[in-house]
């Protein structure tokens, strides 16, 4: 549904993304991982035709994005990171202006959209700018799918958004791949790529990898263990002097330790807590750590 080859874009002597090759099957949930300014939102602007690439081609559901771009508008769906609708207009005119934009109309594609809409209904009257973030975000979703796009893109759809309602609206992305829809989502939270069928790790507009999340993870080839004490800044700097450690970072209210090589669990976490006592270190806690995308990124992006 959406193939990348080589493509590239940079703002001045900045290369916003660099030689970016990859593939999207159609009705797969695809995440682009990555955190602020790693060319995330650049790559998604050149897929829905709002950019012009250096160097390379892509195509999104067999449309050349540069010279099938009148074509493709009518066959994607893009919810931009930043809240775009019209804020003095109405729920319901917001609607009804992006459907009438599109040459079609709410009742026509109304199942498509119903059960994100029902929850936004009892708003309807209300002005767009006076929405709760979450509820913001249904409305720039039932925009998007008023037309009843092939590929829907969504750059950091979550952002800004409280955890219930990124729960609530990762529900309704799940459900709408049911409906054969393609899903393309940019986010810089880690914990979401596990909620996708495959990601593609970015940083500096560069791709480190592509797999499902459990590959991803399952490629991480050190053993992790999860440690903490009364003092999280000296046990970091204790830990990262540490005979036989690979790296040590926060991560969380925990400093997450991996280690060089391989050891039964019991007698590493008893030399680390021998080791840590000898530095004075209080209520130390240490247990083995199962490896999240999270810690594979870093691993990634300091190798």
């Not at 767009?128 to 829907?152: D, F, N, R, T, Y």
Request: proline share 4%; charged share 25%.
């Amino acid at each position: 549904m959406v193939e990348i080859e080589h493509i590239s874009k940079s703002y001045d002597t900045l290369k916003a993304v660099d030689d970016v090759s990859l593939t999207v099957a159609r009705g797969e949930i695809f995440g682009l991982i990555g955190p602020d300014g790693a060319g995330k939102t650049t790559l998604f602007r050149i897929l829905t035709t709002l950019l012009l690439p250096d160097e390379g081609r892509a195509t999104v559901d067999g449309l050349d994005v540069v010279r099938g771009y009148k074509q493709l508008r009518q066959r994607v769906g893009y919810m931009p990171g930043r809240f775009s609708l019209y804020q003095d207009l109405s729920v319901e005119e917001n609607l009804e202006f992006f459907a009438s934009v599109f040459g079609t109309s709410v009742a026509e594609n109304y199942d498509l959209i119903a059960p994100i809409y029902v929850q936004i209904e009892p708003f309807k009257s209300r002005r767009a700018g006076a929405l709760s973030g979450g509820m913001k975000q249904k409305l720039a979703l039932c925009c998007a799918l008023i037309h009843k796009p092939e590929v829907l893109f969504l750059d950091e759809p979550g952002t800004g958004v409280d955890p219930v309602s990124r729960k609530e609206f990762w529900d309704m992305l799940r459900s709408l791949r049911t409906q054969g829809l393609t899903i393309v989502v940019s986010t810089p939270y880690m914990d979401e790529a596990a909620l996708c069928d495959r990601v593609a790790l970015f940083q500096k507009g560069r791709i480190m990898a592509i797999d499902t999340p459990e590959g991803i993870t399952g490629a991480f080839d050190h053993p992790l263990y999860a440690v903490r004490s009364d003092n999280m800044y000296r046990l970091l700097k204790d830990l990262r002097q540490m005979e036989g450690v690979a790296d040590c970072y926060a991560f969380g209210e925990y400093a997450h330790l991996k280690m060089q090589q391989d050891a039964p669990a019991e007698k590493a976490m008893k030399g680390i807590r021998a080791y840590l006592e000898s530095k004075s270190h209080q209520d130390v806690e240490i247990s083995p750590a199962e490896a999240s995308v999270e810690d594979c990124f870093i691993e990634l992006m300091k190798n």
